[in-house]
């Protein structure tokens, strides 16, 4: 739906606020930027100048640790100069409107928004209401969209599978209200995967889940065969209004991924956790910690991904990148 608002008339991205929309061409672009960067940790000097003088702000209306420090992190070795706003100090929390707050930040002359909010659509007005020469990037907005997740998600796959066509990928837990696994499908989905399947009890689904293009199961030992990539979900309590469950131990038992599940996939699968990990709720710490995990590797590729998004729409915006 954002196609428009995302990308300029030469078809670069100019903001980044979901997959929905986007070309394989474009992701692939994405990746392939990202490659560029991914040995940058181990040099010494962990600096490229391609953002020098920009200013970005990192506007997250919700908590995040991970996610708030890859983005600074991506940010500082792109050179750029980076303020981390307090929502909890800020003039929002006195009753100033969101509008308005941008507003003033605009004011200041920076150069982008990086937007996390529990509104879904939110990162999406902000772009709407920008000046034209600030990049937005959307860190998560409510239950619709998590893009830079999925795209370091699509990059750790990639450096293990090399190719997405013919991957069967199981995404496993709280679909309903998760942003990320909405993001994650459509990457899966845009890239050529032979099959993606959402494996989750009745109530953890969408009512048109099989709209979004999956395959819907409720049984592990049904979803898991001939997999090559698992996606473990955290169960998104803080976004549940009513009893989704009967209990923690009971999700565990039918839908958590014990050594025992796993045996169901293929022997070379990977499996991945957009964090945080609830050890004993969705996945066994056995698995976490074992030799099929790449959940490190995912945080480290966020870094390098998120350099690559950030480089791209300033780009975009007409910027010596």
């Known amino acids: 739906m954002n196609r428009h608002l995302q990308l300029t008339e030469q078809g670069k991205l100019k903001h980044f606020l979901t997959i929905e929309g986007l070309s394989k061409q474009l992701l692939t672009e994405i990746l392939d930027t990202a490659e560029s960067f991914a040995g940058m940790s181990e040099h010494q000097v962990k600096k490229v100048p391609l953002l020098r003088g920009k200013t970005i702000i990192n506007l997250f209306f919700e908590n995040s640790t991970r996610t708030r420090t890859t983005f600074e992190l991506a940010a500082t070795r792109l050179s750029a100069d980076v303020l981390n706003m307090n929502i909890a100090t800020s003039a929002t929390s006195k009753g100033e409107s969101l509008l308005d707050t941008i507003r003033n930040l605009e004011a200041m002359h920076v ?5 996390r909010h529990a509104l879904s659509g939110a990162a999406h007005f902000i772009a709407q209401h920008t000046a034209p020469h600030i990049a937005v990037i959307n860190a998560g907005d ?13 990059f750790t796959i990639r450096q293990h599978k090399k190719n997405f066509a013919g991957l069967k990928v199981a995404i496993v837990g709280d679909i309903l209200h998760s942003r990320v696994a909405r993001s ?12 993606v399947r959402v494996i989750a009890p009745k109530t953890l689904l969408p009512a048109q889940v099989k709209s979004m293009g999956v395959i819907d199961l409720h049984d592990m030992a049904e979803g898991l065969a001939d997999i090559d990539v698992i996606i473990m979900l955290r169960l998104q309590k803080e ?20 050594e025992d599940k796993l045996k169901y996939a293929k022997p070379d699968v990977i499996v991945m956790h957009p964090g945080p990990i609830n050890r004993g709720v969705e996945i066994a710490s056995g698995v976490a910690d074992g ?11 966020g870094v390098a991904v998120r350099m690559a998004i950030m480089s791209m729409t300033m780009s975009g915006h007409g910027s010596a990148v």
């Open 291 to 301: 030799p099929h995990s790449v959940i490190l590797q995912q945080v480290t590729n």
């Open 142 to 154: 409510g239950q619709h969209a998590h893009p830079t997740q999925a795209m370091l998600d699509m």
């Open 239 to 258: 976004r549940m209004n009513s009893a989704f469950l009967p209990s923690e131990s009971e999700y565990f038992r039918c839908f958590g991924l014990s």
């Open 111 to 115: 150069d982008m928004f990086v937007v």
């Open 184 to 195: 994650q499908i459509q990457a899966l989905n845009t890239l050529g995967v032979a099959e």
